[in-house]
């Protein structure tokens, strides 16, 4: 089994920062991309950010500049620091990976999701 657990999400004021967590435990073998994807009430989930194994992001053009996104490899965390934060960053944030697990010699990969964590912007 393969588990996705998130934490650090909260209540903050607009401007505020909030740094979520979220750590990949289990039976893994290989772990490709990691992100943070959000969803509001009444919309649809979208990413937030990404990072593949290498390194390399990719950030929604609405939170360019505000938030970073960072992993260690070496622990399977991938955390997302959140700066100036407005009331729009309003969501459940979920946490994604593409995982690989080894199975009678082969390697099969599957996409994973943690439980979600609330962040409210408000004053």
């Known amino acids: 089994q393969v588990q996705l657990v998130e934490s650090g999400g909260g209540l903050v004021q607009p401007g505020g920062s909030l740094r979520l967590s979220c750590t990949a435990s289990g039976s893994i073998f290989s772990i490709h991309d990691m992100g943070w994807y959000r969803q509001a009430p009444g919309k649809q989930r979208e990413l937030v950010a990404v990072?593949?194994?290498?390194?390399?992001?990719n950030y929604a053009d609405s939170v360019k500049g505000r938030f970073t996104i960072s992993r260690d490899n070496a622990k399977n965390i991938v955390d997302l620091q959140m700066n100036s934060l407005k009331p729009e960053d309003t969501a459940v944030y979920y946490c994604?990976?593409?995982?690989?697990?080894?199975?009678?010699?082969?390697?099969?990969?599957?996409?994973?999701w943690g439980q979600g964590t609330q962040v409210t912007v408000s004053s």
């Open positions: 990072v593949t194994s290498g390194g390399s992001t």
């Open positions: 994604n990976a593409l995982i690989g697990r080894l199975r009678d010699d082969v390697v099969e990969e599957s996409d994973y």
